[in-house]
Structure formats: C-alpha cells, structure tokens
C-alpha cells in the first residue's frame, strides 16, 4: 500500500509512524488530540463535511486566508471532504475506517451512531481498532447536553473560581478544558496502541470535557470530596500559598513567590524586612496564608520604592521566583529569549509559521511535516490510497 504524500519513512518520521487516525472531529479538543498523534508521526486523515470544521470559519483572526484558530490544530494532517448522508461518501468513509488503526470523533452522544459510524459498527468493520469519542458531559444523563468549554467552565467551578472575590465569575481567556481533555484523549490513544501491540486488542475510550475538568481540577475537587471545603474566588491569589501573586512595584506589576519558609526569608531580606521571617504572623506557610491582608500591605509598601525590572533582577540575583506580568505577544519573545524556539516552520521557508509541541524527545521528537491543509486538500491521494492494494 502507497504512503500518503508526507507520510515517508525518515529519521525523524516520530514514534508513531505507520500509525493511521481516521479524524472525524472538529472544532478544538479532538482536532487537539490528533494533532498531538500527528505530530509524533501518525497519518491522520481528517474527514470534514461540505462545509468543513466550524474553525475554518473562526476569523479574525486570519492568516493566507485560513483562520488562526483552525491552523493552530490542524498541521500534519490531510484532508477529505465526505457527506456522511450521501451513500458514496459514507462508503468511502468506511473504507478509511476500515483501514485506520484509529478512530476519533466528537460528535454529541448518539448522533454519530445514526450516520452508521458508532463503536460497534466501526468494530465490525475493523476488529482491532482504537476508538476514542469526545463528549461534552459523557454518553448517561448528560448526553443531551452540548460540549462547549465555556459550558463546562461554568458547571465544573472554574469560572465561579476565577474573579475578584466581590466581583462576577469570569471565564478562562484559553478554552482550558477542550486543551487537556485532547491531552487526555491523545494519552489513552497511545496507551492502548501499547496495548494493541501487546494483545492485538483494540478497545473504546471515551472521555468528556466534564470529567476532565474534575481531573484537571483535582487539588480543589479533593478537598471537596473529602471534607467538603468548596474553594472560593481569590481573585489574583492563590488559596493556599501566600504570596504566590502579582504585587504592585514602583511602576508595574511583578509575581513574587514565597511557597515555603526558606524563600520567604530571602524575600524579606532583598525587600529589606528580615524581621518579617521571625515574625509569628509571618512564620510558616500556613500563618502567611491565614494572615495574607496584614502581611500584603507590608509587601506593597517595600515593593513600591523600586520599579518592577529592578526588582526583578534583585530577586532574581536572590535565587527567588518571579516573573514580570506579560501580554502574549511578549511571552512569545520571552519564550524566543530563553531558547525555546517557541514557533515551527516546514523545510519550505515560507511555510504558515506554527506554534512547537513542547515535547522535546532526543530519538524520535514531534516533527512539523506537513501545513494545515486546505479544505479537502487530499481528497484524491486518500481515494489512491484507499484503492491501492
């Protein structure tokens, strides 16, 4: 059987070469997953109707005529378009199905199963595959609920936890819950190929954007689950440590940390207060957490006769975490700064530039092959494919 364009063996072809994901998702949390798969260098062969995945249409912001927001997940892909109502397309469906080690999709709970593409029906077609389905609030009581992050935002707690105390809840600035729920999906993924590999078992995973929020959420759910301590806004701070927060300077603002007794101590030696790591209010972890409002102004008024950048060096000089408050595009020159080569280009140079997985692997690191395609890109290469012997 033909490769699929981009999909050659090389050195850096990624750990999971010669894998195939059929990707029936769309939006974010299942084109995140396969993405992740992608990446470390399976085939994923993404399956969109006529109108094609919601992000295409998700601008400004818009870059070469592709939506930011659908090119962020959607590299090393190929693409298909495919009406799951029209008899030849379904056909032509389930011949990718047929032929993938891997199944992923989205849909609400029941809708896919009516268009012929369930669990079941897939297994009949393929014994061994890996089935992943995405929810929103899983396939029981909540199936007929729409899987939205900001949904689940606000169900889950999160929102409730965000905020000044005395002011409204506010919503995350990144879709949070769809990004680790893909994680997730991409982990279970790649422990059941392990497994398949092992037995020649395939299996179904599900996961939903709910569960995943608890899990995500998992310090402040176990208090609640054991003893019923619901967490409550803090606004910019945390609830257990103190400080662990972005404190006024002379001319800006600037996160400081004192997490434990050794920190704090330098702390108020560079603020000039060394008397405040013997002070019983100030003492242990707990005591700076429980008496937070008389030890801030303390904080404040040292902070204010230098500005931040100064600060900053002094406590950095220190050994002491900080950081200085930045907007995105100052993190993404920060992150240029430190080395990390925070964006991807493919051979061509003028490649659609794409943000780095953060993995780092010294025999088989993620690799950027191939850009965001355009709608239906692949469409007769797949169909080569899928008739080639």
């Given at each position: 059987?033909p490769?699929?364009?981009?999909?050659?063996?090389?050195?850096?072809?990624?750990?999971?070469?010669?894998?195939?994901?059929?990707?029936?998702?769309r939006v974010?949390a299942?084109?995140?997953?396969?993405?992740?798969?992608?990446?470390?260098?399976?085939?994923?062969?993404?399956?969109?109707?006529?109108?094609?995945?919601?992000?295409?249409?998700?601008?400004?912001?818009?870059?070469?005529?592709?939506?930011?927001?659908?090119q962020?997940?959607?590299?090393?892909?190929?693409?298909?378009?495919?009406?799951?109502?029209?008899?030849?397309?379904?056909?032509?469906?389930?011949?990718?199905?047929a032929r993938?080690d891997?199944?992923?999709?989205n849909?609400?709970?029941?809708?896919?199963?009516?268009?012929?593409?369930g669990?079941?029906?897939?297994?009949?077609?393929?014994?061994?595959?890996?089935?992943a389905?995405?929810?929103?609030?899983?396939?029981?009581?909540?199936?007929?609920l729409?899987?939205y992050?900001?949904?689940?935002?606000?169900?889950?707690?999160?929102?409730?936890?965000?905020?000044?105390?005395?002011?409204?809840?506010?919503r995350?600035?990144?879709?949070?819950?769809?990004?680790?729920?893909?994680?997730?999906?991409?982990?279970?993924?790649?422990?059941?190929?392990?497994?398949?590999?092992?037995?020649?078992?395939?299996?179904?995973?599900?996961?939903?954007?709910?569960?995943?929020?608890?899990?995500?959420?998992?310090?402040?759910?176990?208090?609640?689950?054991?003893?019923?301590?619901?967490?409550?806004?803090?606004?910019?701070?945390?609830?257990?440590?103190?400080?662990?927060?972005?404190?006024?300077?002379?001319?800006?603002?600037?996160?400081?940390?004192?997490?434990?007794?050794?920190?704090?101590?330098?702390?108020?030696?560079?603020?000039?207060?060394?008397?405040?790591?013997?002070?019983?209010?100030?003492?242990?972890?707990?005591?700076r957490?429980?008496?937070?409002?008389?030890?801030r102004?303390?904080?404040?008024?040292a902070?204010?006769?230098?500005?931040?950048?100064?600060?900053?060096r002094?406590?950095?000089?220190?050994?002491?975490?900080?950081?200085?408050?930045?907007?995105?595009?100052?993190?993404?020159?920060?992150?240029?700064?430190?080395?990390?080569?925070?964006?991807?280009?493919?051979?061509?140079?003028?490649?659609v530039?794409?943000?780095?997985?953060?993995?780092?692997m010294?025999?088989?690191?993620?690799?950027?092959?191939?850009?965001?395609?355009?709608?239906?890109?692949?469409?007769?290469?797949?169909?080569?494919?899928?008739a080639?012997?």
């Amino acid at each position: 059987m033909p490769a699929l364009p981009g999909t050659t063996t090389s050195s850096t072809a990624g750990p999971l070469e010669g894998i195939v994901v059929a990707d029936f998702a769309r939006v974010l949390a299942g084109p995140y997953c396969t993405m992740l798969l992608a990446d470390l260098g399976a085939t994923v062969i993404k399956v969109e109707s006529p109108d094609g995945d919601d992000t295409r249409g998700w601008m400004p912001p818009v870059y070469r005529d592709q939506a930011s927001y659908f090119q962020a997940v959607n590299r090393n892909k190929h693409s298909i378009v495919l009406d799951l109502k029209d008899e030849d397309d379904r056909a032509t469906a389930q011949q990718i199905a047929a032929r993938a080690d891997v199944f992923v999709h989205n849909f609400k709970p029941g809708s896919i199963e009516r268009l012929g593409f369930g669990y079941e029906a897939v297994r009949a077609l393929n014994e061994q595959i890996i089935y992943a389905h995405i929810s929103g609030f899983g396939t029981k009581n909540g199936a007929e609920l729409p899987g939205y992050d900001v949904l689940v935002q606000g169900m889950a707690g999160l929102m409730d936890m965000n905020g000044e105390p005395d002011g409204s809840p506010v919503r995350s600035g990144i879709s949070l819950f769809d990004l680790t729920t893909g994680m997730m999906t991409a982990l279970g993924i790649t422990a059941a190929v392990r497994h398949r590999d092992l037995t020649g078992e395939g299996q179904l995973i599900e996961n939903n954007l709910m569960s995943n929020a608890v899990f995500t959420m998992l310090n402040q759910y176990q208090s609640v689950a054991t003893h019923n301590d619901v967490p409550t806004r803090g606004g910019a701070e945390h609830a257990s440590i103190y400080p662990y927060n972005a404190l006024p300077t002379g001319d800006g603002d600037l996160i400081i940390v004192g997490a434990n007794n050794g920190q704090f101590a330098r702390l108020s030696a560079v603020l000039g207060h060394p008397e405040w790591a013997d002070d019983p209010r100030f003492d242990s972890p707990e005591r700076r957490n429980v008496n937070r409002g008389e030890l801030r102004p303390l904080l404040e008024e040292a902070l204010s006769h230098k500005g931040k950048d100064e600060w900053f060096r002094l406590l950095r000089e220190a050994g002491l975490p900080c950081s200085p408050v930045q907007n995105v595009g100052e993190g993404l020159q920060t992150a240029h700064d430190l080395g990390l080569e925070p964006v991807w280009h493919t051979d061509d140079p003028d490649s659609v530039a794409t943000i780095r997985n953060s993995l780092s692997m010294t025999a088989t690191p993620p690799t950027y092959r191939k850009e965001p395609p355009a709608l239906g890109a692949d469409g007769d290469a797949i169909r080569a494919w899928l008739a080639s012997d």
